[in-house]
């Protein structure tokens, strides 16, 4: 019985203070549910978690292969945000983004620190995102990302690529890698219509 309490101490499923009975922790794990428009950074805090951000790179720059994802001229310009997404001060994401720096100009000034980089594109450039689609799939994380994510070996990881848009306007190209232990996606069905896996996207 000791030593049940134990592992369920140590991954945070029960907590207990001294002279305290054990209780129920907090649920670390962010769901997310696939056909709406949703927020990363809001999905966390309303799992009672702080949502933050470690910028890494926030500059412009030219990739020739995302431009034409974008449906834009290889040298056209970039805006490219890189991040380390936390959730209640541990990593959850590490996330990469790109944006026509025509458009995006303006975010240079932001500190994505403590907001979304969706309030900012509204907020600084007057433009929503209205749909989109996105790829999950199962990956195993490089050293490097297993390092951002501060996750142990052997934990999988979920790769997320999306391109986000305007009304019919591509607007981002994003590539996200989560950690697979912190992060889970449901959808929902129905006998009529199946699987809802057409998806309008928000992070």
Known sequence: MREALRRLRADGTVVAGRGQPPRL?????????LGALYSLFASVRESGQQARSLVRVLDARADGVVAVRLGLEESTPLLYL???????????????????LALAEPLRGADFSETSLYAELDARCGIRLTGGHERIRAVVPTIGERRLLASPE??????????????????????TVVRGDRFSVVAGFSARAGYQLDVDLRA
């Open 25 to 33: 922790g907090r649920a670390t794990e962010i769901t997310q549910p």
């Open 154 to 175: 052997g934990v999988a990881a979920l790769s997320i690529d999306r391109l986000g848009m305007a009304e019919r306007t591509p607007v981002e190209w994003r590539q």
């Open 82 to 100: 890189e991040r380390v997404r936390l959730a209640g001060g541990a990593p959850l994401a590490v996330d990469r983004v790109w944006l026509p």
